[in-house]
């Protein structure tokens, strides 16, 4: 059976803490993805990667950063988390192919205050 | 830049009612559209479309996508409580990304 999980359900943080967000996919998946999702704006993709070590922006990469030094574990890492990054953040994971599927894991909910 | 726009944004019907969820697309090199069933937590898969004309079904549920016209619908009969979520849909075009409308939240009420 597919599994993305996620470090986190839920997490409290001050402005300025760094802040890291794991994603784990036990499926040897080479594609995984971070999203955030806020209401009226659907999800948003920050960065994705392709394979291990490698990395791309998405469309609101700004403020965060990616490590991906492992296949099955892609992190999210908020550098100085600031009060707009308050976010349901949600990681996924796909096989590249013509055809590929994304699968998500179950979110991490991140208050900033 | 790529879009997918979906509606309407919120939907409440009585359980036993149809109900259909539009989606265009504006994508780059689009491959698939995909559509989600969102409830309290992580999207879970429902279909994926490459082909017009082509009717994906699965229970009550059924989509169909329009290459031409670049939309896709996704339709719920006979609707339940439990039908009540987010449905999201998604384009995929280069780089396996995919592109998602805001959702259509629906409520299904006894």
């Known amino acids: 059976d597919v599994k993305v999980t996620q470090s986190s359900r839920y997490l409290v943080k001050r402005t300025g803490e760094k802040v890291f967000l794991e994603c784990v996919q036990d499926?040897?998946?080479?594609?995984m993805f971070w999203y955030r999702q806020d209401p009226g704006l659907g999800l948003r993709l920050i960065y994705f990667s392709y394979d291990v070590k490698m990395k791309e922006k998405g469309d609101i990469p700004e403020g965060y950063s990616v490590s991906r030094e492992k296949k099955e574990r892609f992190s999210l890492i908020l550098e100085s988390a600031s009060t707009n990054q308050t976010s349901m953040y949600l990681c996924?994971?796909?096989?590249?192919?013509?055809?590929?599927?994304?699968?998500f894991g179950p979110g991490t909910r991140l208050l900033v205050l | 830049e790529d879009k997918v726009v979906q509606s309407p944004l919120s939907l409440v019907v009585h359980e036993g009612d149809t109900v259909t969820l539009n989606c265009s697309y504006e994508?780059?090199?689009?491959?698939?559209l995909l559509w989600y069933k969102q409830e309290k937590k992580a999207p879970t898969f429902l279909f994926m479309l490459t082909s017009s004309g082509i009717e994906k079904k699965s229970g009550r549920l059924s989509s169909i996508l329009d290459k031409k016209e670049l939309f896709s619908i996704l339709n719920i009969t006979a609707t339940q409580t439990g039908d009540s979520a987010i449905y999201l849909c998604?384009?995929?075009?280069?780089?396996?990304?995919?592109?998602f409308g805001t959702g259509t939240r629906l409520q299904v009420t006894l």
């Open positions: 998604a384009g995929t075009g280069t780089a396996s990304k995919l592109t």
């Open positions: 996924a994971s796909s096989t590249p192919g013509t055809l590929e599927t994304q699968y």
């Open positions: 994508v780059t090199n689009f491959r698939s």
């Open positions: 499926m040897d998946h080479e594609n």
